[in-house]
């Protein structure tokens, strides 16, 4: 916990193990604090874990290799998801995909040489009715056709998250 | 007709909703001082009588759930936890995270209400990993029903104390099955523990528990309000109240709805998802999650939304996520797509389900691709059979039904596809 | 305890309530086909092989966790639990290698056993298999293949509860999940051939026994771990008569399942090369006889004989000692030097190992008592440093290795390992090792254990009874201990209450004998 490789994180992970009400039902919010604050989960990470969760080594990796969002090497600085479950497929993803491939120069799970960008294939993320949807480092933008992904990557390549008009993305159509 | 209560989406785009001052002035804990100095089982018998049965997936009643958690002279000093599931995965559902962006309040009020009765002091909202927007949301809502004494001890003077946190998992569809839920917040894979012990006796760090869906919760307050009778005014028999039903696929106006169950899918389908599109007929549905067997054109067009009328034909009203799918889709595709999304999700625990899901998926994508022969046919049609009902949790079931309902309903399609 | 009765296959149980239905099938001798269950072992559930059918039961069952009830009625063999195992052999084999020519494995998998029994199916797979890791150096007795893992997860559940280390997990998930350690690490516990024991199939293998024998060509031979004072039951695996591994032997009393890896090694000892397997009289190789010979006329002059007796003797042993120090020098003093030998550590760790290695410390104390009492290690040092002894014979233990004393005056040992008082004596006779002989250990907590031979003894080597009945026979004293039967008669004869028959468990010392020497 006093591992001097994360000062910076002890204050946070104090708060997390003092409201854990075992030591390793923090191993989640810890690993989410490693990987929100250095962008992924290094050997070292995993130690620092293990060492304040009371778990093996072995046991923090087996933990971090069972949940698809956490990841053991670096990603780019715009990690993006797209989702490929039926109601996006039905929706455009495999064309949202591929033109995402295309634009990016990249095949989904391959991250940009310049490290701008991650592109990543996932299962559904449950915006089924406004697909395709993609999240931009958590965050979702739905009805994504290749216009608005472009769009979007422009605006990301300038280091920016556009603005989502709730309006679009949230809609909840009054029943007729 | 009376116009049906809007028992979960009175706030659904008010704006600001999520406010905890929007959220009163609309009537958000309104009531709530009064439910929390009930005693736990006149809260309990008020659900019990209400009939509400559990809207993430199985539908088990409330009441009953509640039923086996040892009352608290029978803990022996053990505390009780309170789960308040929002792991939403199934594919083609997304009420709960609809839900919880517009009124995190009543979700927060009926966890409160479901923690008075059970006699806990602590909940947990667990979101699925992909929720951090969601989280950050309820997280501020939380944080301002603190400040207001709606969360943390002594309640509204009540004398009743709770504390409310979220937890975020970090992606397994799996999470969403109770037990693997409780792994997940104990630091652990997902995996679902074999039971029993049922989580209402061992559950979360060995104490009696309570995993709820975020939607059934948010009809506690509703119900205590009203009454149980008002709410069974809603509903069928065996299906009271309402439901937020999802409508995906290529309808018109895809989103959330509330309906009466019981309603007929027609309605939902036309009425509120606006129909199909131009020249398009209807294919089939999976009327509650892509766990849920397959409805034809024919069941779905003369099916009501209700827990009888879809079992009777051999499916599920499940999650309420319902998928349409038109003459525009592949079903040969389509299935290659859900198999592929089992086949990632399946946690790998148990020898039927890690096997076959992926040995499954192998085979619909061949055979999606035109590489099939008709003997891949019998292959996962017996493959899917191996795994019903034979796994560790219901996981096996929910990746068995799409592969069976597909085979069934579009078997001429599939044969079309295949070499001999 | 509740008990409850049900029946299963027809046949009527009566078991404790809470009792598993699997160990409720075991006690009628009927065995339910599973991976992942192993009685000392938290139930996982996730093999799905054991399933049965339970009258009203919608479902099919796992025997594993399902608990017998009164009146539950359970069948194990219908149509739909047959078609159950067959199809879950066919998942668990679809991404199996079947490379069962060159896995170690072979003949005791049972993935092997149950597709013979249960499944005898072709394979349909007609896509890529999921590959993983190959021959992993996990450990430094153990390799491990990936693709030939079940999940089944015993060496996980082994490395939480047993060793409590934790460091063998499940990575990933899905058919592409992996047994393994933490990313670069290895399995440095002292068990590592529990984990390759306990797989069902040949993912963990014993690097020692990799590519030595086919397993179906070895006997087994019941017997007792002399490695410390935990007395291990054990199972001996012979062929040729060679040793070439050590599996552990269930004994829920003494040490469940399991048996640790420095166990597992000593059959080595049988043919270190520095084990005497000859006689030796003043420096020169001696034949047994000559060796006895020149014994016992050492012993016939000496007028101030010490003998030692040894924690490694068998009681047999110790009760031959103890009869030619009763019948043929009485004016010996008896000597008892705690262990352990030079070049062992005295380190325990609370699962198996006991700080005490000699196997048979208890053993002594008993004869001791009959003897009337024995002198500690340092009243021997002391005597020897005074030269009130002309004579020392030691049985087994290296007493002068334990005394850290480099030589001594008139040693005549018998030794089967090639220690300090072996090399220092002037008469050295050549005794059978554990594994080579029919005897008795009696452990720390008590428990009387019997010894099977397994091999014949090496070279000139007997087993320490009967040379110690010969020395007798040559100074004109019948000990009784010709052979293990009579020996094993004597001491029951000699202690009272000491059991003649023990079985394959073990037997615990009664009353007043169980209470040990303060």
């Known amino acids: ?134 999240h931009v480092n958590g965050i979702p933008f739905e009805r994504v056709t290749p216009e608005r992904a472009d769009a979007l990557l422009d605006a990301l390549r300038e280091d920016r998250l556009p603005e989502r008009p709730e309006a679009d993305l949230w809609t909840w159509p009054p029943a007729s | 007709m009376d116009l049906a209560p809007r028992i979960l989406t009175a706030r659904f785009g008010v704006p600001g909703s999520h406010t905890l001052e929007v959220a009163r002035a609309c009537g958000v804990y309104a009531d709530l001082g009064r439910v929390l100095r009930l005693e736990a089982e006149a809260i309990a018998a008020q659900v019990r009588a209400s009939g509400l049965r559990g809207r993430g997936g199985a539908g088990f009643p409330t009441g009953a759930k509640w039923g086996f958690v040892p009352p608290p002279e029978r803990r022996q000093g053990r505390p009780v936890h309170l789960f308040a599931n929002a792991d939403e995965s199934e594919p083609g559902t997304f009420k709960d995270r609809v ?231 592949d079903p040969v595709a389509a299935l290659a797509n859900l198999t592929r999304f089992y086949a990632h999700e399946s946690c790998g625990q148990c020898t039927p389900c890690r096997e076959g899901c992926g040995w499954m998926a192998r085979i619909a994508a061949r055979v999606a691709a035109g590489e099939g022969r008709q003997e891949d046919l019998v292959t996962l049609e017996d493959l899917a059979r191996s795994l019903r009902g034979r796994t560790l949790c219901a996981f096996g079931d929910a990746a068995a039904a799409p592969v069976l309902s597909f085979l069934e309903t579009f078997r001429p399609a599939f044969l079309a596809r295949v070499r001999p | 305890m509740n008990r409850v009765t049900c029946t299963i296959d027809g046949q009527t149980v009566t078991v404790p309530e809470g009792t598993a239905l699997i160990e409720a099938a075991r006690a009628l001798g009927i065995e339910i086909p599973h991976f992942c269950y192993h009685p000392h072992l938290p139930v996982a559930g996730n093999c799905r092989m054991c399933v049965v059918e339970i009258q009203g039961s919608p479902k099919l069952e796992i025997a594993c966790n399902t608990a017998a009830r009164e009146g539950m009625a359970v069948r194990t063999d219908t149509e739909a639990v047959r078609a159950a195992r067959r199809a879950n052999m066919e998942f668990l084999l679809a991404n199996h290698p079947l490379d069962c020519p060159i896995c170690d494995q072979s003949g005791e998998c049972l993935l092997q056993e149950y597709w013979d029994a249960h499944a005898r199916h072709a394979s349909r797979l007609r896509d890529p298999k999921v590959t993983k890791g190959k021959r992993i150096d996990l450990g430094d007795d153990l390799v491990l293949d990936q693709e030939r893992c079940i999940a089944c997860t015993r060496c996980v559940r082994f490395s939480e509860t047993v060793t409590r280390t934790g460091d063998l997990v499940l990575l990933g998930r899905s058919d592409h999940q992996r047994i393994g350690p933490a990313t670069g690490a290895r399995i440095t516990h002292a068990y590592q051939g529990c984990l390759a024991e306990i797989c069902p199939v040949g993912a963990l293998t014993s ?57 597992r090694g000593l059959y080595r000892e049988l043919a270190a090369p520095e084990r005497p397997l000859l006689g030796r009289v003043a420096g020169r190789p001696a034949a047994r006889e000559e060796a006895l010979a020149a014994a016992a006329a050492r012993l016939g002059s000496a007028r101030r004989p010490g003998l030692v007796l040894g924690g490694q003797a068998t009681c047999e042993a110790l009760l031959a000692l103890v009869r030619l120090h009763e019948r043929a020098l009485p004016a010996a003093r008896l000597f008892h030097v705690p262990g352990p030998d030079p070049g062992r550590r005295a380190w325990s760790d609370g699962i198996l190992v006991h700080a005490d290695k000699d196997p048979d410390t208890r053993g002594v104390r008993l004869l001791a008592t009959c003897a009337g009492g024995v002198e500690d290690g340092e009243a021997l040092a002391r005597a020897l440093a005074d030269e009130a002894l002309d004579l020392l014979l030691v049985l087994e233990d290296d007493a002068l290795g334990r005394l850290g004393i480099p030589a001594a005056p008139g040693v005549v040992a018998l030794a089967f390992h090639g220690h300090r008082s072996a090399a220092a004596a002037e008469v050295l006779v050549p005794v059978a090792g554990c594994w080579e002989q029919d005897g008795t250990y009696v452990n720390a907590a008590g428990r009387v254990q019997r010894l099977h031979r397994a091999v014949r003894p090496a070279g000139e080597a007997v087993p320490a009874y009967v040379a110690l009945h010969r020395l007798g026979a040559l100074l004109g004293v019948d000990l009784g201990c010709s052979t293990s039967e009579a020996a094993a008669g004597a001491l029951a004869e000699t202690i009272s209450g000491f059991p003649r028959e023990v079985g394959p468990e073990g037997v615990v010392l009664p009353p007043p004998l169980d209470g040990g020497t303060p």
Not at chain 1, 52 to 58: H, I, K, M, P, W
Request: charged share 20%; glycine share 10%.
């Open chain 3, 207 to 263: 690097r020692s026994f990799r590519f030595r024998k086919r397993v179906w060509w070895l006997e087994e031979v019941d017997s007792i771990c002399p490695g410390c004072a935990t007395g291990c039951n054990v199972r001996v695996c012979v062929q040729d008569d060679t040793v070439h591994r050590i599996l552990a032997r269930r004994n829920d009393a003494v040490n469940r399942s399991w048996a640790c890896d420095e166990g």
């Open chain 2, 99 to 329: 839900l919880l962006w517009h009124d995190p309040h009543r979700v927060i009020e009926g966890t409160l209400v479901a923690a008075r009765a059970l006699c806990c002091h602590r909940v947990w909202i667990y979101l699925r990993g992909e929720f951090r927007f969601l989280q950050e949301r309820i997280d501020a809502a939380l944080g301002e029903a603190r400040q207001a004494n709606l969360v943390g001890p002594d309640i509204l003077g009540s004398g009743f104390d709770c504390e409310i946190r979220t937890f975020r998992g970090a992606g397994a569809y799996v999470c969403g099955e109770e037990s693997g839920l409780l792994e997940s917040v104990e630091g652990r894979r997902g995996l679902p523990r074999i039971k029993p012990p049922y989580p209402a006796l061992v559950g979360a760090f060995g104490d009696p528990t309570v995993v709820q869906n975020v939607e059934t919760l948010a009809n506690l307050p509703w119900i205590l309000e009203h009454g149980a009778q008002a709410y069974r005014a809603w509903g069928t028999e065996a299906s009271s109240g309402t439901r937020l039903f999802s409508v995906s696929g290529p309808v018109r106006r895809p989103g959330v709805y509330e309906l009466p169950l019981g309603t007929p899918f027609r309605e939902l389908l036309e009425g509120c998802a606006g129909g199909l599109r131009p020249g398009r007929r209807l294919l089939a549905v999976l009327p509650g999650g892509s766990s849920t067997p397959l409805l034809t054109a024919e069941q779905a067009l003369g099916a009501t939304l209700d827990h009888e009328c879809l079992e009777a034909l051999g499916s599920f009203l499940g999650s309420g996520g319902v998928i349409v799918l038109d003459d525009s889709v």
């Open chain 1, 1 to 134: 916990m006093n591992d001097p490789w994360a000062p910076d994180l002890a204050p946070l992970a104090r708060e997390i193990l003092a409201g854990a009400l075992v030591p390793g039902a923090a191993t989640l919010p810890l690993l989410w604090l490693v990987q929100d604050r250095r962008g992924w989960i290094s050997d070292e990470a995993l130690a620092w874990v293990a060492g304040s969760t009371g778990r093996s080594l072995a046991q923090v990796e087996a933990v971090v290799s069972f949940y698809s969002m956490f990841r053991r090497a670096p990603a780019g600085r715009w990690v993006i998801e797209v989702c490929r479950t039926l109601s996006c497929e039905l929706a455009g993803a495999p064309r949202l995909l591929a033109h995402l491939e295309d634009r990016l120069g990249v095949r989904a799970g391959e991250t940009t040489p310049d490290g701008a960008f991650t592109l990543l294939a996932v299962e559904c993320l449950a915006s089924c009715g406004s697909g395709p949807v993609l």
